[in-house]
């Protein structure tokens, strides 16, 4: 199975590899030893794929090799509660969010790692990214966080405003600081534009209302939000945000959302401004299940752990089988930096992560297996 420990030991702190009697850090950031160790793991790629499929596990070259751990999902729901979302008929937009939620949890293994931040927060808080840098239900199993986020649920309601860069910006420090391995997934659900808590954006007269404040604080507390999102998504580690709204809020900002945080949903989707998962005002609740639902397979994790002393591995000199479901021979996956098809390092090269053809086949198929090859020159495409 996937998840079947490795033999080689686990060692703390970055991972560190060995290239040419060098000794490389491959998670010391900004350091000469980093460049080095990047530039050998990306170029020093010897062997092209001409049409060989295995590389037998007893090959001259190979010095061991390791079935690898899939890494698990972590998944922190950031739920917008304003005022508007008792808008709705005959059910309003909260009840189905909660509802569509609620499945959501019933339908992920108890395994899979959920937390839930509600914005915005009940007192004075609720304007202060600070407020949201601990979770109404921080992240862990859900066989024992879904009990909790069920009654966070139930003792919430509609109310306040959409300080939704204040929610942003909690959940980036949030994860900052995160410890659990695993994948980084946040799925945002709202109805309405940001307001200027967390922004630049100064507060609007209401009576009379000034309009040109009004749009000028939507487009500033728009930009903040955008910029909250890409610093995630661009962060070591990665965090993927998912993203589901309303009309209410703008496509064009949610699809923004969602492309800048690696959660596209179809390529070119920037121009038809649906890179996010659009929620009817009318079909809310039955277009949220739908986009819960994508989501829950999407969020997996094609991520697998090299879970051997890196620092007798040389990155040039590792491959990766997958055998299918009742398969009796390994296929040999090449290595593409491009991320089309093939696995690649991720970042700090503490594990491997498949992509194209490669991801959707351990995606679908339960009984695959994935192992690590150590000691032959790593095959790219070609």
Known sequence: MMAAALAACSPAGPATFTVGGTHLDGGASGSDAASRSETAA????????????????????????????????????VLDRSGSMMDGTPTSKWDAAVAGLRQLLARLDPDVRVGITLFPADGSGAGSATTYAT????????????SRIEAA???????????????????????GGFTMDGSRNVILITDGQPTEECTTAPPCGLFPPDFACILNQARVASDAVRVTVARGARGTPPIRFFIAGTPDASDAFLSDLAFTGNSARTPGCQAAADCHYQLGTSTFGTDLQAALDDIRGRALTCEFAVDADPSRVDPTRVNVDVTPSGAATPTLVPRDTNHANGWDYSDGMRSVILYGAACSQVMTDPGVRVQILFGCPTVTPG
């Not at 649920?153 to 994860?175: D, H, I, K, V």
């Open 135 to 146: 979770p109404n239900v921080p992240v862990g199993p859900l066989s024992s966080t879904r």
């Open 153 to 175: 649920l139930a003792a919430s309601g509609p109310n306040g405003n959409t300080p939704m860069n204040c929610a942003l910006e909690g959940t980036n420090s949030y994860y």
């Open 42 to 77: 990306r170029d020093a790629i010897p062997v092209a794929d001409r049409g060989t499929s295995v590389i037998a596990q007893d090959a001259a070259c190979a010095t061991t090799t390791a079935n690898a751990a899939r890494l698990p999902v972590n998944l922190l729901i």
